[in-house]
């Protein structure tokens, strides 16, 4: 048996999860995550004070195939 790990955008989850079903993938987990490679954080203001937001928020999808 296997485990296979994958971190995504929180907008792919649908995707991934109907392309795993089609494949016959009958359960899964997720969990939250957060992290940041090559893409850039944002600036937010909050306040009057601006902040660099340097985590993205990602979906954590793990299968045991």
Request: hydrophobic share 45%.
């Amino acid at each position: 048996m296997k485990l296979i790990t994958a971190i995504i955008q929180p907008s792919a989850l649908d995707t991934v999860r109907l392309e795993l079903a089609k494949a016959g993938v009958s359960g899964l987990t997720i969990s939250e995550a957060a992290g940041y490679a090559r893409q850039k954080g944002h600036t937010e203001v909050y306040r009057g004070a601006e902040f660099t937001i340097d985590f993205l928020e990602k979906v954590r999808v793990e299968v045991s195939v």
